[in-house]
């Protein structure tokens, strides 16, 4: 079973319109984090939680916004995608620890018009 | 600051041939080292892990060592098999404060042929 779902799997928006990924886990993980992928590049940590303290990497774009309203979900919200925000989005899950794996999911494809 | 470089591919083997993807990083004191794949529409996925100088991770016939002296994790097996045909990433772990935040390369595309 699927312990990191991420919803929708595809999503195609216009320039400028907003969008919502979310991510939900059933490992009861105090850590979520979202990556952007694009094609043939390493996957870029955009920000995480910690519990509910959240943490933004220095060059993540203020387009670019998050929420965890529970251990369970966070979401990612695109205030106007551009052409350049075309991406996999990957989330993950985390115990915590330096040494820890991290569980992730099958990614969302945005398409921007 | 912390960075991980792999080689580029796509690496294109015969079953059976010997694997090896190279990886080194760049970084500050002693972060752990990570091998994650990816098949074919599914998420990426840990498939070996070391968290000190001379560990060897190992899984499904996959290994790598960690070497500090030369700073590099490479990712090697004996014998691939069509199943084994993924996009794999070396990547490190950078967080301070009691979380795990990785660092990964871009990942190198395996392709095994019968």
């Known amino acids: 079973d699927a312990m990191v779902i991420q919803n929708p799997r595809y999503q195609v928006t216009q320039f400028g319109k907003p969008v919502t990924l979310s991510c939900s886990q059933t490992?009861?993980?105090?850590?979520m984090y979202w990556y952007q992928q694009k094609s043939s590049q390493a996957p870029k940590l955009l920000f995480h939680?910690?519990?509910?303290?959240?943490?933004n990497e220095a060059d993540t774009p203020d387009n670019f916004q998050s929420r965890r309203p529970n251990t369970s979900f966070c979401f990612l919200d695109i205030r106007s995608p551009g052409l350049g925000d075309a991406a996999m989005y990957l989330c993950?899950?985390?115990?915590?620890?330096?040494?820890?794996?991290?569980?992730f999911g099958e990614g969302s494809r945005l398409t921007v018009l | 600051g912390n960075s991980v470089t792999q080689m580029e591919g796509p690496v294109t083997l015969s079953e059976e041939a010997f694997l090896t993807i190279n990886c080194t990083y760049t970084?500050?004191?002693?972060?752990?080292l990570f091998w994650y794949v990816q098949y074919p529409g599914e998420g990426l996925q840990l498939l070996l892990k070391?968290?000190?100088?001379?560990d060897k991770g190992s899984n499904k016939g996959f290994e790598a060592t960690y070497r500090k002296e030369t700073t590099s994790f490479h990712l090697e097996k004996g014998s691939v098999q069509v199943s084994d045909s993924a996009v794999y990433f070396c990547a490190l772990s950078g967080g301070a404060g009691g979380y795990n935040k990785l660092i990964f390369g871009a990942g190198t595309r395996l392709a095994v042929h019968p």
């Open positions: 970084a500050t004191g002693y972060p752990s």
């Open positions: 939680y910690y519990d509910k303290d959240f943490n």
């Open positions: 490992l009861n993980h105090n850590v």
């Open positions: 070391a968290t000190k100088a001379d």
């Open positions: 993950a899950t985390g115990r915590g620890g330096n040494t820890g794996e991290l569980f």
